[in-house]
């Protein structure tokens, strides 16, 4: 490609890289966009996920919310668009919980959230409202939790189900935003940015690891988990860190979970039940033999047929340098289901069948409070649109979005400043997260 001339030069083809070129190339309009990435489109990390979605998020300010808000209005769009060809489910998500104290935290956080900008907050002591589709309902009592839920644990004394949450095929999605933007003129190059050049201050353009040049005027870093090492090849330092998160998918051959249920999530520290045996065969891991905590998870996954279950827990949150493939936890797909099991107890019949397992995860891209870079950074013409973290699919409609009003003018929202990479110099917002909760599930 030596000698080549773009516009708009965007590193990594990943979800965030996608919709920022379906943004720029079919809804903005702009010409001469390329997508570099030496792997496969929406590979890496991208196709690696839970695909969920959700608007419940802490604060402090309701930026986060109105984020994903907003990108749920685009994953609507689209849905509409297409005919729902990537089967948008809206079942919410439930968290679950047997610690009466938990109770009062729901309703103070629901409120709050609620009050964000993400819905009306109910309670109730009968049950969930019926025709919900925002907000939130924290059902109290264990009857009404055995009434809704007639498989979760008996000790379940209170539920919150939130409403504008769900999942999708993520990557039948942006492979059509991928082809979308393709028909509108963007070029998809395997290769690797590994530098840039500028002149009077500006970019002038980029050099691939191939040895082919390609002058632009301005370069998007969506690299993904690789954004530090993209960031470093500009002599930029980002202030974002990776840590590994895994998920495994098995089958429900009994049945025991409807497939029409929400996202579950067991919110109470979990002790996992092991035989003598496997806990000496297990003394080498004393993570997996005292308490862990809260936050296991699962959902149905169509799956040609087959009752699949997908199955979440992160308690390693170290760290970790980008090695791919990530290595696998031996010891996690069976863990995800034992702790599945103090909440869905009948999930013990699920217990060694590792063969008819498959775990598989990615890197989560993150700045310390959890909240994504979007917008200017570095010399004239480079851009960011990283550390979306386990987000990525559900706020890369809305981040890419953004990403193309930054780059090509026009009206920003209200909470764009949220997300630029400059906001480390505003006192006031390292103030506001000098704590931050980070909101992961």
Not at 118 to 123: I, M, P, S, V
Not at 191 to 203: N, P
Not at 428 to 433: D, G, S, V
Request: aromatic content about 8%.
């Amino acid at each position: 490609m030596s000698g080549t001339t773009a516009e708009i030069v965007i590193c990594g083809a990943g979800a965030a890289g996608v919709a920022a070129a379906w943004h720029l190339a079919v809804r903005r309009g702009a010409r001469g966009v390329v997508l570099v990435d030496e792997r496969e489109p929406l590979s890496f990390t991208s196709d690696k996920g839970t695909e969920a979605f959700r608007n419940w998020w802490p604060g402090p300010g309701d930026a986060m919310v109105a984020l994903m808000n907003r990108s749920i209005d685009l994953l609507e769009e689209v849905a509409r668009e297409t005919g729902d060809a990537f089967r948008l489910q809206r079942r919410g998500y439930v968290f679950l919980t047997a610690e009466p104290s938990r109770i009062a935290e729901w309703r103070e956080a629901a409120r709050a959230t609620c009050a964000r900008g993400a819905g009306a907050f109910r309670e109730s002591t009968t049950g969930a409202s019926a025709d919900a589709t925002s907000g939130a309902d924290l059902v109290v009592g264990r009857e009404a939790v055995r009434r809704a839920f007639p498989f979760v644990t008996g000790d379940a004394m209170a539920f919150l189900h939130v409403r504008r949450c769900g999942w999708l095929e993520a990557r039948r999605m942006y492979g059509w935003m991928l082809e979308r933007a393709q028909e509108a003129g963007v070029v998809l190059v395997r290769d690797r940015v590994v530098s840039a050049t500028f002149s009077a201050g500006r970019l002038e353009g980029v050099q691939l690891a191939s040895g082919s040049r390609i002058a632009a005027r301005a370069l998007v870093l969506a690299a993904g988990p690789l954004l530090a090492a993209a960031g470093r090849a500009l002599d930029l330092e980002l202030p974002v860190f990776n840590e590994l998160h895994l998920k495994v998918a098995f089958d429900d051959v009994e049945g025991v979970i409807p497939r029409d249920v929400p996202m579950l999530i067991w919110t109470d520290p979990v002790r996992l039940e092991w035989s003598s045996v496997e806990r000496r065969r297990l003394a080498h891991r004393p993570d997996l033999l005292g308490e862990l905590p809260g936050g296991v998870h699962l959902r149905p996954r169509d799956d040609a047929g087959r009752r699949t279950i997908l199955g979440i827990w992160t308690w390693d949150t170290r760290p970790r340098d980008v090695v791919w493939p990530p290595e696998i936890d031996r010891e996690y797909g069976e863990a995800v289901v034992r702790g599945l099991t103090r909440m869905i107890p009948e999930l013990r019949r699920c217990f060694g069948r590792a063969g008819a397992r498959l775990v598989d995860g990615g890197y989560y891209c993150k700045t310390r409070e959890n909240r994504p870079l979007i917008g200017p950074v570095g010399g004239a013409g480079v851009w960011v649109l990283g550390a979306l973290s386990g987000f990525g699919i559900m706020a890369s409609p809305a981040a890419g979005e953004l990403l193309a009003a930054h780059l090509l003018g026009g009206p920003l929202p209200p909470w764009a400043g949220a997300f630029r990479p400059d906001r480390y110099e505003d006192p006031a917002y390292l103030e506001a997260f000098r704590d931050p909760t980070g909101g992961q599930l």
